[in-house]
Nanobody, 122 residues
């Protein structure tokens, strides 16, 4: 059974930092591209960033470039999201997701975590 479990969310003041973790099990982590999504109240879930299965390629949406950093540790089957200089508009539920390396950019992710809440106060 595949599981993705996020942790590290919480309440932080604007300008602060948080580091999210997503521990996976039940899949061959090293052949999956890993992404972080977020969903704010009343909005659709959106992709923030992803890291390729080999770890050498990353993508960031413009709104988080220079503030968020994605990384992965294949030995620990874990993907991380370091979030710095957080803003109130970053408030959302953050989800990690896994996509097999054979899927294309536009194809959906295969597995999802349950999410972790991040709240940024002004």
């Amino acid at each position: 059974q595949v599981q993705l479990v996020e942790s590290g969310g919480g309440l932080v003041q604007a300008g602060g930092s948080l580091k999210l973790s997503c521990v996976t099990s039940g899949l061959t982590f090293s052949v999956y591209t890993m992404g972080w999504f977020r969903q704010a109240p009343g909005k659709e879930r959106e992709l923030m960033t992803f890291i390729s299965w080999h770890g050498s390629s990353t993508y960031y949406v413009d709104s988080v470039k220079g503030r968020f950093t994605i990384s992965r540790d294949n030995a620990k089957n874990t993907v991380y999201l370091q979030m710095n200089n957080l803003k109130p508009e970053d408030t959302a539920v953050y989800y990690c997701a896994a996509k097999h390396r054979q899927r294309t950019f536009t194809q959906p992710y295969d597995y999802w975590g349950q999410g972790t809440q991040v709240t940024v106060s002004s």
